[in-house]
C-alpha cells in the first residue's frame, strides 16, 4: 500500500502542492485529474523521490517511510514510474530495455517470471524484443516504457499521461493493457488528462485543483458527476482532441479568425487543455473571451507583424485584412498556375529528367 499524508511541495516560493493525502493500494487503479500545472507529475516525482522542489510531509510504500530517500533507492521498496516521455533508451533494443528496467536488486533473481509475464501480457515485445525501440510506434514505445517499468518487480505502477501523443485506437490498446496489468495485483497510479478512458478502468480518482486535492470519490461517481463531466468530459473537452484538419477547414476569412484557429490547432499542452484554472468551480455565465483578450494583445497587430518579419511588404494604406486576402488570392493564382502547367507535362519526361539529374 502506497500512502501520502499531507504532502507539501514548493519549489522556491511557488507551493507546487499542499497538504496532499492519497493512498492507492494493490490491485486498484487510482487516477489524478487536474489541469495543467495543478501538480500531478510533481506529485509522482515526490513518491519517486526525483523531485527538484523541497518536499515535506509522509510517504509510506507498506508501512516504510520513503520520502527523502534517494530514487534508486524507492525503487527497490516496490515503486516504479513511468514518467511524462516514457523516459525509455531509444536506441537500445527492446530486450535492453527491458533488461535495464531489471536492474534493482529487488527484481534480478525473478527476471525471468517477470518476462514472462510481460510476454503474456503484450506478446508483441517479446515478438519484437531485437527492434531499436526508435522505430517502434507511439503506442509500441509506450508498451515498451511500461514492460520496463514491470521488470523492476513493483507493486505500485505511477504513469504519468502514458496516453500523451497516442491517437485514438492506440489510447483504447493502452487502456485496455493497464487493466490486464491490474489484474496481476498491481496497484496503478495514474496522471490523466484523458478523464473519460482513465476513469472508465480506475476504481477510484482524486481531483487536483491548485495544488490542493479538492474531491475524491469512486471513479464510476465521478464520471457521473456532473461537475467532472462539465470540467473533463464535456464540450471543452472534446474539443481539446479535435484535429487540427477540422479547425482549418472552417471557411475563415478574417485574419484574426485564422490566426485564433492556427494558435489552437498548433497550441502547447498548456493552451490545448481545456479545463480552466479554476476547474471545480465552473462559472455557468462565463463571458466567451475572444482571441485578443485571451493573448492579451491584438491578433490582427500580430499578423501584421508577421508577415512583415516575414519579408513581405505590408501595405499600411490597405486594411490589414483586405492585404491578407490579396495575398491569399495571389498566393491561390500561383498555385492554379502551377498545377496547369504540371498537367501539361507528360509524366515520363518528368521522372527520367530527375534520374538525369541525379546521374
Ligand atoms: P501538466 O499537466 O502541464 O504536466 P502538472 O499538473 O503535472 O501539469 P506540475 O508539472 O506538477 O503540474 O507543476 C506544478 C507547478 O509547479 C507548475 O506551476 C510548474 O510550473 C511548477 N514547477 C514544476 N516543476 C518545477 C521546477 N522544477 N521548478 C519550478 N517550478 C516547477
Not at 486594411?319 to 486576402?325: E, G, W
Request: aromatic letters at 4%; proline letters at 6%; one cysteine or more.
Amino acid at each position: 500500500m502506497l500512502e501520502v499524508r499531507n504532502l507539501f511541495v514548493r519549489y522556491g516560493q511557488h507551493r507546487a502542492l499542499e497538504d496532499l493525502s492519497i493512498h492507492v493500494a494493490p490491485g486498484e487503479i487510482v487516477v489524478i485529474l487536474g489541469a495543467n500545472g495543478a501538480g500531478k507529475s510533481t506529485l509522482l516525482k515526490a513518491i519517486g523521490g526525483n523531485c527538484e522542489g523541497q518536499v515535506e510531509g509522509s510517504i509510506e510504500m507498506d508501512g516504510q517511510p520513503i520520502l527523502g530517500l534517494p530514487s534508486h533507492k524507492i525503487v527497490e521498496t516496490g515503486i516504479a514510474l513511468v514518467p511524462e516521455g516514457r523516459g525509455i533508451f531509444a536506441d537500445l533494443s527492446v530486450y535492453d530495455n527491458l533488461m535495464l528496467g531489471a536492474y534493482p536488486k529487488r527484481a534480478r533473481d525473478v527476471k525471468e517470471e517477470n518476462l514472462e509475464r510481460i510476454h503474456e501480457l503484450f506478446p508483441k515485445l517479446i515478438e519484437r524484443r531485437h527492434q531499436i525501440v526508435r522505430t517502434m510506434s507511439g503506442g509500441e514505445q509506450q508498451m515498451v516504457a511500461i514492460g520496463r517499468a514491470m521488470m523492476s518487480a513493483p507493486n505500485i505502477l505511477m504513469l504519468d499521461e502514458p496516453s500523451l501523443g497516442l491517437s485514438p485506437l492506440l489510447c483504447k490498446e493502452l487502456f485496455r493493457n493497464l487493466s490486464e496489468v491490474r489484474k496481476t495485483g498491481l496497484g496503478i497510479l495514474l496522471v490523466e488528462q484523458n478523464a473519460k478512458q482513465s476513469l472508465a478502468i480506475a476504481d477510484r480518482g482524486y481531483l487536483l485543483e491548485n495544488a490542493k486535492i479538492m474531491h475524491e470519490d469512486k471513479a464510476a461517481s465521478l464520471a457521473s458527476d456532473p461537475m467532472v463531466q462539465k470540467a473533463y468530459l464535456g464540450a471543452g473537452a472534446a474539443s481539446s482532441s479535435k484535429p487540427a484538419s477540422k479547425v482549418s477547414s472552417k471557411p475563415e476569412t478574417n485574419p484574426s479568425d485564422i490566426a485564433a484557429a492556427a494558435l489552437e490547432s498548433f497550441a502547447p499542452k498548456e493552451a490545448s487543455f481545456a479545463v480552466p484554472p479554476s476547474i471545480y468551480i465552473p462559472s455557468k455565465n462565463a463571458p466567451t473571451r475572444s482571441a485578443d483578450e485571451l493573448l492579451g494583445q491584438s491578433v490582427t497587430d500580430l499578423v501584421a507583424r508577421a508577415t512583415s518579419q516575414a519579408g513581405e511588404p505590408t501595405n499600411i494604406d490597405v486594411p490589414i485584412a483586405q492585404n491578407h486576402n490579396d495575398r491569399l488570392k495571389s498566393v491561390l493564382a500561383e498555385i492554379e498556375a502551377a498545377a496547369a502547367s504540371a498537367r501539361g507535362r507528360p509524366a515520363r519526361t518528368k521522372r527520367r529528367s530527375s534520374y538525369r539529374n541525379k546521374e
